[in-house]
C-alpha cells in the first residue's frame, strides 16, 4: 500500500500532471486562459510522432522477435474484446447507436494517456521498449469497426438510414480508420523511426527526449481546459455512465495485467500494455463515429472519455497498476500461477 500511494504522490507531483490540474482550475475561476487551437493541434501531431519515432528506433534496435508476435495478438485481442464486452453492458441502459459508439471508444487507445504512462516510466527509471507504440497503433482500428458492426448488426432493419448510407459501409470505415490522420502520422514516424535507425536517433535526440515532457505539459494543460469545460455535462450522463467510465478501466486493466504476465513482458511494458487496455479514444474513434453514426451522442461518449477515464487512468490508474504490477513480477506471485 506504501508503495502505491509513494507511486500515486510521484504522479501527482510531475510537472505535467500539475499542468492538468492547472487547466481545470482555470475553467473553474473562469479565467480567460487558453490554449490557441492551431498550438493544440501542433502538439497533438508532435506527441504522435515522438511516440512513432522512438517506437521505430526501438523496433530498429530490438529487431522483430516472437515476442512482439505475442504483443501484437494479444493488442489485436483486447481491441476486439474489450468494445464487444462494453457494447452488451452499455446496451442494458442505453441505446444501440451509444452503446456502440462508447464502445468502441473504450476499445480503443489514448496516444496522450499512452504518452503519460511513458514519462511516468521514465521518472521511476523504469525501462520499457519502445515497439509498444506499433501496439498502440493496432489497437486503433479494429475497435472502431466492431462497434460500428455491433451498432448495424442489433439495430438491423431499426436502423434509420444507417443500413444504405454509403457513409456507414464497413468499407467506408475502415478506410477512415485507417487514413486517419493520427494513424497515419503514427505508423509513418514508427516506420521513419525503424528505417532512419541510429542515425536518425542522433538527428533528433533533442525533439524526441529532451523537450518531450515540456510539450506533454502544454498538451496537459489544453486537455485540463477541455477536461473542466465538460465537466458540467457528467451530471447530465446519469450515474451509470461515470460508474461505467471509472469502472471499466479498472476490470480492462486487470485482464491486461493477466495478459501481460502470461506472455512474460517485462513490468515497463506491461504498464504500457496495460494502459492501452484501460484507457479510451476521445480523437479518433470520435472523429469515425460522426461520419459513421450521426445517431450517437458526443455528448455522452467525450465527457465519458475525456472528463472521467482519462483523469483517473493519468493521476491515479498508472501509479496503482505499476504497483501491482511491481508486486506481483516482483514477488514471484502465484496469484496468475492458474495461466501457465
Not at 208 to 227: E, M, P, Q, W
Not at 292 to 298: D, I, L, S
Request: glycine content about 8%; some cysteine; overall charge neutral.
Amino acid at each position: 500500500m506504501s508503495m502505491n500511494l509513494e507511486s500515486i504522490l510521484q504522479n501527482l507531483l510531475s510537472a505535467p500532471i500539475l499542468f492538468f490540474f492547472l487547466g481545470i482550475i482555470a475553467v473553474l475561476l473562469k479565467s480567460d486562459l487558453e490554449i490557441p487551437p492551431t498550438i493544440a493541434k501542433f502538439l497533438s501531431i508532435y506527441l504522435l510522432f515522438d511516440i512513432g519515432i522512438k517506437g521505430g528506433i526501438e523496433l530498429y534496435h530490438s529487431g522483430f522477435t516472437t515476442e512482439i508476435g505475442y504483443i501484437m495478438a494479444a493488442c489485436v485481442l483486447m481491441a476486439l474484446i474489450v468494445p464487444i464486452v462494453s457494447f452488451f453492458i452499455l446496451k442494458t441502459k442505453i441505446d444501440n447507436y451509444n452503446a456502440g459508439a462508447i464502445a468502441a471508444s473504450y476499445g480503443s487507445v489514448s496516444a496522450v494517456t499512452f504518452a503519460t504512462a511513458q514519462a511516468f516510466l521514465l521518472n521511476q527509471n523504469v525501462f520499457a521498449n519502445g515497439y509498444m507504440v506499433a501496439g498502440m497503433a493496432i489497437m486503433e482500428s479494429p475497435a472502431i469497426v466492431v462497434g460500428i458492426f455491433l451498432i448495424r448488426h442489433y439495430n438491423a432493419k431499426q436502423s434509420i438510414g444507417l443500413e444504405d448510407s454509403s457513409h456507414g459501409s464497413i468499407k467506408t470505415i475502415l478506410k477512415e480508420a485507417l487514413t486517419n490522420g493520427s494513424i497515419v502520422l503514427l505508423l509513418g514516424s514508427l516506420i521513419i523511426g525503424y528505417l532512419a535507425g541510429d542515425s536518425g536517433e542522433k538527428e533528433l535526440h533533442f525533439f524526441v527526449r529532451d523537450i518531450f515532457k515540456g510539450f506533454l505539459a502544454f498538451y496537459l494543460l489544453d486537455l485540463g481546459i477541455i477536461a473542466g469545460s465538460k465537466m458540467g455535462s457528467l451530471t447530465k450522463s446519469g450515474a451509470f455512465l461515470i460508474g461505467f467510465a471509472l469502472i471499466i478501466p479498472l476490470v480492462n486493466a486487470t485482464l491486461g495485467i493477466m495478459i501481460a504476465y502470461f506472455i512474460k513482458l517485462n513490468s515497463g511494458d506491461a504498464l504500457l500494455f496495460t494502459v492501452l487496455c484501460a484507457s479510451a479514444s476521445y480523437i479518433a474513434v470520435p472523429a469515425a463515429i460522426r461520419m459513421a453514426v450521426p445517431q450517437a451522442n458526443m455528448g455522452l461518449l467525450l465527457p465519458m472519455a475525456l472528463a472521467v477515464t482519462f483523469p483517473f487512468n493519468i493521476i491515479l490508474g498508472i501509479p496503482i497498476y505499476y504497483s501491482v504490477i511491481n508486486y506481483i513480477w516482483n514477488n514471484n506471485s502465484h496469484i496468475l500461477s492458474f495461466l501457465y
